[in-house]
């Protein structure tokens, strides 16, 4: 079984659809959750960063812990055809090292 | 956060040789990551490079065929040693965020190995 599983997609929604990216991990030492955007060709580019179970929200994202179920979420409201891209969740405990989900490919039809 | 640069964004090699990969921050960072992301994969930790003390490899990657270098607190060296076609990937270097988790990611390195 794999530290963190992500549902690799693809996922494809027409513009202003709300994007729900979810993952799972199996490691309750994970402390710190991330969500990554990677566009095509390009390094991943840090979009969320929370530590504690709840809520955060960055304009049009929201980022949701559940640490009781080991369930991390990404939503995107209003989406456009920028936002399309592969979508990586990323989680730590204290040492710095990342573990990454596979990562979800995200289209937004215009 | 850090502007990061690699060099080069991408080769093509033949197998048998080796490729040095550098990467360049604008500010001192005391932690720095090398990354392999392989075709349609996720990000696996290559290993830990820090400033003044030999870089930590995870398991899988050994010091023979990825020997880093890490000189200063700006830049930090990856080469890809007697390279296969499986060496075909894209290799990313990191920096800590400073005082939490966080990472941030160069453009990354395209390498294909024929």
């Known amino acids: 079984q794999k530290e963190v599983e992500q549902d690799p997609g693809p996922l494809s929604v027409p513009e202003g659809a709300i994007v729900s990216l979810n993952c799972t991990y199996s490691?309750?030492?994970?402390?710190?959750f991330m969500w990554y955007r990677q566009y095509s060709r390009k390094g991943p580019e840090l979009l969320m960063y929370?530590?504690?179970?709840g809520n955060k929200e960055d304009g049009r994202f929201t980022a949701q812990v559940d640490k009781s179920s080991k369930y991390i979420s990404l939503f995107i409201r209003d989406s456009q055809p920028s936002d399309s891209a592969t979508y990586l969740c990323a989680m730590a405990h204290n040492d710095y090292k990342l573990s990454f989900g596979a990562g979800t490919t995200v289209t937004v039809r215009a | 956060s850090a502007v990061i640069s690699q060099k080069p964004s991408r080769d093509i090699c033949q197998r048998g040789t080796s490729l040095t990969i550098q990467c360049q921050v604008d500010?001192?960072?005391?932690?720095m990551f090398w990354y392999r992301q392989q075709p349609g994969q996720s990000l696996t930790l290559i290993a830990t490079?820090?400033?003044?003390?030999?870089?930590?490899?995870e398991s899988g990657f050994v010091i023979d065929k990825f020997p880093i270098s890490r000189p200063n607190l700006t830049f930090s060296t990856l080469t890809v040693s007697n390279m296969s076609p499986e060496d075909s990937s894209i290799y990313l270097c990191?920096?800590?965020?400073?005082?939490?988790?966080?990472?941030?990611f160069g453009p990354g390195t395209r390498l294909t190995v024929l």
């Open positions: 500010s001192q960072v005391t932690m």
């Open positions: 929370t530590y504690s179970s």
């Open positions: 490079a820090n400033q003044g003390s030999e870089a930590t490899y």
């Open positions: 490691n309750s030492a994970f402390q710190y």
């Open positions: 990191s920096v800590g965020g400073g005082g939490t988790d966080t990472q941030y």
